[in-house]
């Protein structure tokens, strides 16, 4: 066979291969063409707001899985305050959970690069870890600047000392959600039997929840009255745990769909909610407020 131009060698290799697989030319062929004029364009993912922090200032600040990025609301209006890449193992591809730190900075744990991110007021990104985390599904601050991970795939407590940038072990707890109270304890939601727990940072625990009570459990916040607030995916559902006493839900249902993200705002728990693309407010009678909706 002779091959006058690089076209044709093409449309030769392509008919030889038409040939032994026995599909049509054309459907090799049309690779090297244009997609057609009335192409749909690729699919866009819902969004999938997963946690949000409150500064002092009441901005809120909410990280969205399939943004992928940050969206900011503050006087009364939703904004993208930074978007992602699309493209996986790039930081902030995959932002899960989201904090507030002790100067008002914000803080953000990313799975796809397994690392926590600080970024600064006007939307820049910088590692704490060089990637020493597995998949920050939550993460809390102290006081003093100690930042705590709540590692989905090493399944541990991690803590990432003040001004560090070293990862330290804290407990084998299999966590899934962590929170710092107003005394500087250390709560922890664990996909264990023991489901809910304060750890100290040598490692002991107190164990609160003893046995099995919530169906799927995310994260959980305490308020100045010692009162823990913990979400239930599976159960559509926001507890009540009071130390000493069982556990008690107090919402469920509408407009619940899939509680996961848990905050505090002057004392009052802030829900997001990733399948409602909402973030809420619970009332002093237990009521669900839609704060404001997540949408494009």
């Not at 990432?160 to 899934?176: C, F, Q, T, W």
């Not at 995916?233 to 993200?261: F, H, S």
């Not at 909610?273 to 909706?293: G, I, S």
Request: aromatic share 6%; glycine share 8%.
């Amino acid at each position: 066979m002779t091959v006058h131009s690089t076209n044709g060698w093409f449309r030769s290799v392509c008919l030889l291969v038409s040939i032994a697989l026995a599909v049509p030319l054309g459907t090799l062929a049309v690779a090297q063409d244009a997609p057609p004029a009335n192409a749909k364009p690729a699919a866009v993912l819902p969004l999938y707001p997963l946690d949000s922090a409150v500064d002092k200032q009441g901005t809120v600040f909410t990280v969205d899985r399939n943004l992928p990025g940050i969206w900011k609301w503050q006087a009364d209006t939703l904004s993208v305050f930074v978007q992602g890449p699309k493209k996986f193992r790039e930081p902030l591809n995959a932002i899960r959970s989201v904090a507030v730190d002790q100067d008002g900075k914000l803080l953000v744990g990313d799975s796809s690069t397994r690392d926590v991110y600080r970024i600064s007021e006007d939307g820049k990104a910088t590692p704490i870890t060089g990637g020493k985390i597995g998949i920050p599904m939550d993460i809390a601050v102290k006081s003093d600047g100690t930042i705590y991970v709540a590692d989905l795939e090493l399944r541990k407590l991690m803590r990432i000392p003040a001004g560090s940038n070293k990862v330290e072990h804290v407990a084998d707890v299999n966590p899934r959600g962590v929170f710092v109270d107003s005394a500087g304890k250390v709560w922890v939601v664990s996909q264990d039997a023991q489901q809910l727990l304060i750890v100290a940072d040598d490692g002991t625990k107190e164990v609160i929840v003893d046995k099995r009570v919530f169906d799927f459990p995310h994260q959980v916040v305490v308020n100045s009255k010692g009162e823990a607030f913990v979400s239930d995916g599976y159960k559509k559902a926001i507890w009540k745990v009071v130390r000493g006493q069982a556990p008690t839900i107090v919402v469920e249902g509408a407009p619940l769909d899939n509680p996961v993200g848990l905050a505090l705002h002057e004392d009052q728990v802030i829900v997001t909610d990733p399948r409602a693309a909402k973030v809420m407010k619970l009332t002093p009678d237990n009521k669900l407020e839609v704060w404001f909706e997540v949408k494009r």
